[in-house]
């Protein structure tokens, strides 16, 4: 199986600035799209940023121009720059991996992260 596992979050000032980070492991699988998600108690996850194999991103509207994602193909890591965060930010945020495992039944899969806690409050 795939595993993933998020770190970087914490409690910071509205104005501040967390970088998150995942990393997958595993052996003999292909990962196609990463992204993030976030939830904050009583909402529905939802879709921060994605980022393909090949680099192609997309961003929810509420974080254009303050996050960014990008990816390490060769490494199996993700990362999330998050830049003048706003309490609105304050969430779980989830990891989330799509591929496909290269052994036999080339079998596709999604995994997820254990989350990681961001709090923006002054």
């Known amino acids: 199986q795939v595993q993933l596992v998020e770190s970087g979050g914490g409690l910071v000032q509205p104005g501040g600035s967390l970088r998150l980070s995942c990393a997958a492991s595993?052996?003999?699988?292909?990962?196609?799209?990463m992204g993030w998600y976030r939830q904050a108690p009583g909402k529905q996850r939802e879709l921060v940023a994605a980022i393909t194999s090949g680099r192609s991103t997309n961003y929810a509207d509420f974080v254009k121009g303050r996050f960014t994602i990008s990816r390490d193909n060769a490494k199996n890591t993700m990362t999330l720059q998050m830049n003048n965060l706003e309490p609105e930010d304050t969430a779980v945020y989830y990891c989330?991996?799509?591929?496909?495992?290269?052994?036999?039944?080339?079998?596709?899969?999604?995994?997820w992260g254990q989350g990681t806690q961001v709090t923006v409050t002054s």
């Open positions: 989330n991996a799509d591929g496909r495992m290269m052994t036999v039944g080339l079998r596709s899969f999604s995994s």
């Open positions: 595993g052996s003999n699988f292909r990962i196609n799209a």
